[in-house]
């Protein structure tokens, strides 16, 4: 859904995601959002009487129902679906931006996490949330895949684990190295986990 699509108050809780995965938490200011969102600043106080930390919270966990609702679509994008195939739509994700528009954004869970995990309590629970939904996707993915399901879980903590930090490295770096090398490198352990083997043992 376009942002032009949606209601005000929707309008603002993405508006928050995109300038938190820019700026990051602090530098992201009330009025800053319901300019970016083209709402009235009135409404701030309507819609999120909890304030600055009640918006965050949202936008943060959108952010995370967004990464898993992606995930269904990489997999119906594959012509036939594999693990390695899904981390590399997910990370072909952020390489296409960073590529197009440059290496401004990163995510914004992870950036509330940075900046709030220990002074925001309901922020740290609102990322963890968000990170346990995008996980439980991708594991369900891996699963349909034919990962045994005690392994998926695991697979998809690393798959995600290994993504957050290749996009940190490549905004650190100006340069989407970290992105493809853990697309390359982790490929043939997520295919071989579908398979029941282990690389090198086959």
């Known amino acids: 859904m376009a942002k032009a699509e949606r209601g005000p108050r929707e309008r603002m ?17 009330m009025r800053q959002v319901a300019a970016d969102a083209a709402a ?11 304030g600055k930390t009640q ?4 936008a943060v966990g959108w952010a995370g129902g967004y990464a898993a609702g992606r995930v269904a679509r990489f997999v119906a994008s594959l012509p036939e679906p594999t693990p390695s195939g899904l981390f590399a739509e997910m990370v072909r994700q952020w ?23 220990e002074s925001v309590p309901s922020t740290r629970k609102a990322a963890s949330a968000a990170f346990a939904t995008w996980t439980g996707a991708v594991a369900q993915a891996l699963t349909e895949m034919g990962v045994p399901g005690e ?10 684990s290994s993504l957050e930090g290749a996009i940190l490295l490549a905004r650190a770096e100006r340069d989407v190295r970290a ?3 853990v697309a390359r490198e982790l490929g043939p352990v997520l ?7 282990i690389p090198g043992t086959a």
Do not use: K, N, W
């Open 13 to 29: 809780v993405f508006s928050a995601a995109q300038l938190i995965r820019r700026d990051g938490v602090d530098s992201t200011g």
């Open 40 to 50: 009235p600043r009135g409404s701030l106080q309507h819609y999120f009487p909890g």
């Open 55 to 58: 918006l965050v919270d949202e």
């Open 95 to 117: 390489t296409d931006e960073y590529e197009a528009a440059g290496f401004a954004g990163g995510c914004p869970v992870a950036a509330a996490t940075v900046d709030c995990a």
């Open 151 to 160: 392994r998926a879980g695991a697979l998809a903590t690393l798959m995600i």
């Open 179 to 181: 992105l493809t090398t």
């Open 191 to 197: 295919d071989a986990a579908s398979a029941g083997t």
